[in-house]
Structures are given as structure tokens and as C-alpha cells.
């Protein structure tokens, strides 16, 4: 069962800088009343395994941005470096936590975006933990972790229906397709519905592999087939297969196989053609 590690409730009256840090869990921050940003870091940093805040001086290069308003809640996995700059006034609730099994950290297709409580789901949820934090009744320890859970299977149901309605199979045979051609994976993000990092997250949870590494296995198993089954020119190969360049298609072929096309051809081509 997931563990709650921290419950953090804050207030701000006037515009407000938190420096960059980093917590060694995850951590659900929860814009009640707030408008902003963070900058965060997307390479994590190893911590000691403990509850302290790590505060740094400054964001790394390389930094992402990313801005938030009232009813919105953003994730962050362990060791991930970030800011957060208030416009004004802000209520704000973080809870520190463990997810224990794969279905609870199916959160993690939410992480680094400002995901709006359209229907205030999430916000019933702080709602509920905010009141057994403070009235600390028998077993509210307890209580706590339950009620962490629930809410993290209630944030994967919602991923995982998302997912079945913005049709990511439609992207995998999209690419079963079309895997010879020139694809632009920022076209394919937007064709999905979902973020850069909830798509490569929710693609790569799906096919164990990221976008690009699925297209070149495709063109792989292409290839293969066309040395071994066919008498097809290798440059001929090598357009076929989305290679505008037979040096390079030769390149990439070598580097996987340890054969150049012409050899693994002459080795393994089916002699009766």
C-alpha cells in the first residue's frame, strides 16, 4: 500500500519564491488558490534516503517550465530538482509519498505538467486528508496511507481511461504503417492529446521502448526480411526502409547486427531465389 510520508499545508499572502529542490520521494503539490510557475529539472539527483528537503541554489541548465493556477496539482517523481514562484496570495497543499505497486505509480504519466481538478476530485481527496492530519483521531496513520492509495488508483483510472480514449494503439499502428517514412514524434504527441512526457511515459509503459527505438526495430525487422527474402538491391533497401542515405542505412545495420547488409545477405539469404 502506498505511505504518506509528509502532508505540507501552505499559505501565502503576498508573492512568494521557494528555491530550487528536490525531495528523495514523490511528491503532489495542490493549487487550492495560487498562480505561478516552477522551473524544474527533468535529470534526477541521488539523495539520501530520508523525508529532508534538499535545497540548492539554483535550477541546472537545461531547465523546463511549467505554470499553474487555481485547482490544479502537479506531480513530481523522487530527485527531481524545482522552484515555485506565487503571483499573489496562494493556498497550497504537498503531500510526500511511496507509491508501492505499478498501478499506483501509473501517476507518473502525470508528472511534470499542471494537471486541472476539473470535477475537484483530487481536491476532495486533500479535503479528507487535511482533516485526518489535523484532528489525528485513532489510527489516522493509518487512515492517511488508505486514502493515499485510493487517491493514487484514482488518478491511474483516470490515465488509463485517457488512454483508451485519445487511442494510443491508434499511434502504435500508425507507426506499424508508416515506419519507413520520415515521422516526426512531436506529431505524434500532438495526435495522442497528451504532453511530451505523458505520451514517451504512457507509449513506453505500452511497447517497453520509446517511440524512436520502436521505429528503427521496425525498420530492422524490414530490412532483414528484404536480405533474407528477396534479391531487392541494397540502395533500393535502404529508401524503402527510410533511409535516404545507404551509408548511413549500412551504418545503422552493421551497428546492430555486427554484419554489413552484403554479409549477413550472403550469409543467411534463402538460396532458392
Not at 496570495?89 to 505538467?113: N, Q
Not at 486528508?129 to 496513520?141: K, M, N, P, T, V
Amino acid at each position: 500500500m502506498a505511505k504518506l510520508l509528509y502532508l505540507y499545508l501552505r499559505q501565502f499572502h503576498s508573492p512568494h519564491f521557494v528555491p530550487a529542490h528536490s525531495h528523495p520521494c514523490w511528491e503532489l503539490v495542490y493549487y487550492k488558490c495560487a498562480t505561478g510557475h516552477s522551473e524544474y529539472a527533468t535529470s534526477s539527483r541521488h539523495l539520501q534516503k530520508d523525508i529532508d528537503i534538499d535545497f540548492s541554489d539554483d535550477i541546472p541548465s537545461g531547465c523546463h517550465l511549467m505554470t499553474f493556477s487555481d485547482n490544479t496539482f502537479v506531480i513530481f517523481p523522487p530527485n527531481i530538482t524545482h522552484n515555485e514562484v506565487t503571483d499573489s496570495r496562494a493556498d497550497i497543499i504537498c503531500l510526500g509519498f511511496e507509491p508501492e505497486d505499478d498501478y499506483e505509480k501509473a501517476v507518473e504519466h502525470l508528472t511534470f505538467c499542471a494537471n486541472h481538478d476539473v470535477d475537484f476530485s483530487v481536491f476532495r481527496y486533500m479535503q479528507t486528508l487535511e482533516q485526518e492530519f489535523r484532528a489525528q483521531r485513532h489510527g489516522y496513520r493509518e487512515m492517511l496511507d488508505c486514502v493515499t492509495r485510493e487517491l493514487l488508483l484514482a488518478l491511474a483510472r483516470r490515465t488509463m481511461e485517457k488512454e483508451s480514449r485519445t487511442g494510443l494503439d491508434y499511434i502504435v499502428r500508425y507507426l506499424d504503417e508508416y515506419f519507413m517514412e520520415d515521422i516526426n514524434i512531436d506529431g505524434l504527441v500532438k495526435m495522442s492529446g497528451f504532453s511530451p512526457s505523458q505520451f514517451r511515459l504512457l507509449f513506453k509503459q505500452k511497447m517497453r521502448v520509446s517511440p524512436k527505438q520502436y521505429i528503427l526495430t521496425k525498420r530492422l525487422e524490414r530490412i532483414r526480411d528484404r536480405l533474407i527474402n528477396s534479391a531487392i538491391p541494397l540502395s533500393e533497401i535502404a529508401v524503402e526502409c527510410g533511409f535516404g542515405d545507404y551509408y548511413q542505412f549500412s551504418a545503422f545495420f552493421k551497428r546492430r547486427e555486427g554484419l554489413s547488409p552484403k554479409e549477413f545477405r550472403k550469409r543467411f539469404q534463402v538460396t532458392e531465389l
